[in-house]
């Protein structure tokens, strides 16, 4: 068994560790570092509730390995509330659109939500339509989550989805 050492910056915080080279990163976020945000669902990159943000882009952590998060940095969803607790844009607008039920799903729409309106401007609501369809909820409906993808793409509500 291969061990490395790697350093990762999760939510603005070092971590520094050893691990195996087949450590998967929802593994190491949740058992290691304690990210238990990172949800695991299908562990085959399918249903979304991994999703995390890694030097900016959306990823399925349980389709990234730890060592390959050597050097980077990482958002979880418990790294994009304000400093004073106050909600993210995003979170913000799933709450206001009634966007979520049981909450396994959420994590991971929410951060794949924010990697895409974290640049200049927002990116249009059928950018964001369409990086929802990589997102399993079996809860919602998706109608809440869309109507926040919309808000969020600069759209509005009576728009249709």
């Known amino acids: 068994m291969s061990v490395h050492g790697i350093q990762v910056?999760?939510?603005?915080?070092?971590?520094?560790?050893?691990?195996?080279?087949r450590l998967l990163l929802s593994d190491f976020l949740r058992m290691h570092c304690g990210y238990t945000g990172v949800h695991v669902g299908c562990e085959h990159g399918v249903c979304g509730a991994c999703t995390v943000v890694v030097d900016g882009a959306a990823v399925r952590a349980c389709l990234m390995l730890a060592v390959q998060a050597d050097g980077a940095a990482v958002t979880t969803v418990e790294g994009l509330a304000g400093a004073d607790g106050g909600l993210?844009?995003?979170?913000?607008?799933?709450?206001?659109?009634?966007g979520l039920q049981c909450g396994f799903c959420t994590p991971g729409i929410v951060m794949t939500l924010a990697a895409l309106t974290s640049g200049t401007g927002p990116p249009g609501a059928d950018?964001?339509?369409a990086a929802l369809s990589g997102h399993v909820c079996r809860c919602t409906g998706y109608q809440g989550i869309r109507r926040a993808a919309q808000k969020l793409g600069g759209g509005t509500q009576g728009e249709p989805a």
Do not use: C, K, M
């Open 88 to 98: 993210h844009p995003v979170q913000q607008a799933l709450r206001d659109e009634f």
């Open 9 to 21: 910056t999760i939510n603005g915080r070092r971590h520094d560790a050893s691990v195996e080279g």
């Open 127 to 129: 950018s964001l339509l």
